[in-house]
């Protein structure tokens, strides 16, 4: 039997322990629940999110949310802190959707078998997240022995047997999702009719008679737009007027301060600890992505070429491990490990891990942090923020944050900041934030305006729509003129103001027909329209077209023998290429469509 059929064979046992053992642990909760029964129950009936016809509850994320929480009390013994609780939150929905994709993706025959699983936990074709995770130590490389020793520990201790099944499928998660990847580049492909549309837009070339209508000819206070008119057209395409993202604009200064003699002690002693425990570390890797504070994927540092390894690592032998301490007082100190060194086609490859610890002030040194930041934080507007700075001779300066940054201008070592920003009180555009330690300084900042992710407030976009919703009822009223007027006569009307002319050998991507003629989409209609023919009132972004066809050529797809043009089948490989690349970029987001999965999230919390 596999070491993953006996973890699973504990898990009914486990399963009975772990309820025993909350519910030893969780009375309370357990009379807090009963006594939300009822606002449960109406929990039940709103809607978090939508994926195609199947809903997510609100009590079911709560339930996660809550589940959540418990555990990390149980661990840490102290609560989840609330901005941690909001980091996350959308990882738990994002789960729960991805639940339902991927129950629906196997319906579709993509599945992870039992015999699969096994293959990829301890057979020939391991994954490489297990690969990464389970190294040598000393050579680097993926240890089928650590591995199975980890297996075993984990069949004979049930307490960790749920930790492994949630890994577990998260392997089967990410192995679907490959499969479904593969099938997707393995199918890619730009039909015949789809690469001549691709052709015709780019070899076609146009002969053309137009009529011109500026939209000028109609006078702005002859159109009669209502403000129902406005708001139906943005309910209607509310979906164009959205933040992609959630963004808050920060005005912040940075006090500067020095390390005192008691901070650079306490430093020297944290370090030389931790100094010790990485030596002593039998995964160095994990170590360090534990105790840095930082993006956790940087811990591995790769040289292939001697000449690339910083001067102070030059000497050092694989195993040594070397501290780098850094003279600039908001920088972090580096602590490198040497784990690997080997050669492969004549090259030679060397393996570091870096561990970053940030400089150490102690208690006193943040007290007088706190005093000196005391005066600005009584401000209570983004004006009084400001004529603070410049009264004291601070630095100002304004930078747009997303919550993804990592960066704010020349400054990193800012996630606290930015976890103030976004998850407690910066977002409220009311307060002063505490003081925040960079990698330059203790940065203080005010938030301007804060633009949350999705539809953009009607007031906000009205003007916008005003003019949209104008030049479609202008285009609305001439093309009830123009329909009364012979075309003959077309182009001495409106009082001269409608411009005719010809234009010769056109692209359908062209920009221009004469210098004061623009035009962005008419020209494409004649892609579908035969020599001699004459469109019909044509809509366009600066005024609306007639056009007549008078000329149009192509370069063909045929030669003379029936067979397909050398520089057809040039044409056709770039495009097919370029699409496959195209699909290779879907991240890791693929599947979560706006068409297919609606979230309401913050229409429900």
């Known amino acids: 039997m596999s070491l993953i059929s006996k973890i699973r064979d504990h898990s009914k046992l486990l399963v009975g322990i772990l309820v025993v053992t909350m519910l030893g642990f969780a009375a309370e909760e357990l009379i807090v629940y009963l006594t939300r029964k009822d606002q449960m129950k109406s929990q039940e009936e709103q809607v978090i999110a939508q994926v195609g016809t199947e809903k997510i509850p ?56 039992q015999e699969e699983m096994i293959d990829l936990i301890q057979g020939e074709h391991v994954h490489k997240e297990i690969k990464d995770y389970f190294k040598d130590p000393n050579t680097g490389e993926f240890s089928k022995e650590k591995l199975l020793e980890r297996m075993t520990e984990i069949a004979q201790n049930p307490e960790q047997q749920a930790g492994w099944n949630n890994f577990e499928k998260s392997i ?83 006090f500067d301060f020095k390390q005192s003699e ?38 591995l540092k790769k040289y292939e070429d001697e000449k690339d390894i910083p001067e102070e690592l030059k000497n050092m032998k ?16 580096k602590i490198y490990k040497f784990i690997n060194k080997q050669d492969s086609k004549n090259k030679k490859t060397y393996e570091y891990v870096v561990l970053e610890q940030d400089k150490v002030f102690s208690d006193e040194t943040k007290r007088d942090i706190l005093n000196s930041t005391k005066e600005i934080k009584k401000c209570k507007t983004i004006e009084q923020f400001d004529k603070f700075a410049e009264d004291h001779g601070l630095i100002l300066k304004t930078e747009k944050v997303k919550c993804t940054d990592t960066t704010i201008g020349e400054f990193s070592k800012i996630r ?5 920003v976004f998850f407690r009180g910066g977002n409220s555009c009311k307060e002063v934030s505490d003081a925040f330690e960079t990698d330059k300084g203790f940065l203080v900042g005010f938030v301007e305006n804060s633009k949350k992710k999705g539809p953009k407030p009607f007031d906000e976009v009205r003007d916008e729509i005003f003019k949209k919703v104008l030049l479609k009822e202008k285009y609305r009223i001439l093309k009830e003129k123009i329909s ?10 409106f009082d001269g103001k409608v411009i005719s002319g010809e234009a010769k ?11 004061k003629v623009f035009v ?18 044509l809509r366009d972004e600066k005024g609306c077209f007639i056009l007549s066809l008078l000329d149009k050529k192509c370069a063909p797809i045929l030669d003379a023998e029936g067979k397909r043009t050398a520089e057809f089948l040039t044409f056709s490989e770039t495009k097919r290429k370029q699409f496959v690349d195209d699909l290779k970029k879907i991240d890791e987001k693929a599947f979560h469509s706006d068409e297919d999965v609606k979230i309401f999230k913050n229409e429900v919390l």
């Open 58 to 113: 609100l009590n079911k994320f709560l339930y996660e949310v809550d589940r959540m929480k418990y555990n990390f009390q149980a661990h840490y013994k102290f609560p989840m802190p609330d901005f941690f609780v909001q980091m996350y939150q959308d990882n738990i929905l994002n789960d729960l959707i991805d639940d339902i994709i991927y129950e629906k993706v196997q319906n579709y025959g993509f599945k992870v078998g």
């Open 172 to 254: 089967a998660k990410l192995r679907l999702k490959e499969k479904v990847q593969n099938f997707l580049n393995s199918v890619a492909y730009l039909n015949t009719l789809d690469l001549k549309w691709e052709w015709d837009v780019e070899k076609t070339k146009v002969d053309v008679k137009y009529l011109f209508f500026p939209y000028e000819i109609i006078k702005d206070e002859d159109v009669n737009v209502t403000e129902e008119k406005l708001k139906n057209y943005y309910q209607k395409y509310k979906k164009h007027f959205e933040n992609k993202e959630e963004v808050n604009f920060v005005h912040y200064v940075v």
């Open 262 to 299: 008691v901070d650079q002690q306490e430093e020297e002693l944290a370090l030389n600890t931790l100094l010790q425990n990485f030596k002593d570390s039998e995964d160095p890797i994990n170590f360090a992505e534990s105790n840095t504070d930082g993006q956790s994927q940087e811990v």
């Open 318 to 333: 694989v195993g040594e491990v070397k501290l780098v301490k850094s003279n600039n007082v908001f920088e972090k100190n």
């Open 416 to 420: 606290d900041f930015i976890h103030w």
């Open 484 to 493: 009364s007027i012979k075309l003959e006569k077309l182009s001495g009307s």
């Open 505 to 515: 050998n056109l692209e359908c991507k062209e920009q221009q027909l004469g210098d």
């Open 520 to 537: 962005k989409y008419a020209l494409f209609k004649t892609l579908n329209m035969e020599k001699g023919e004459t469109s019909r009132l």
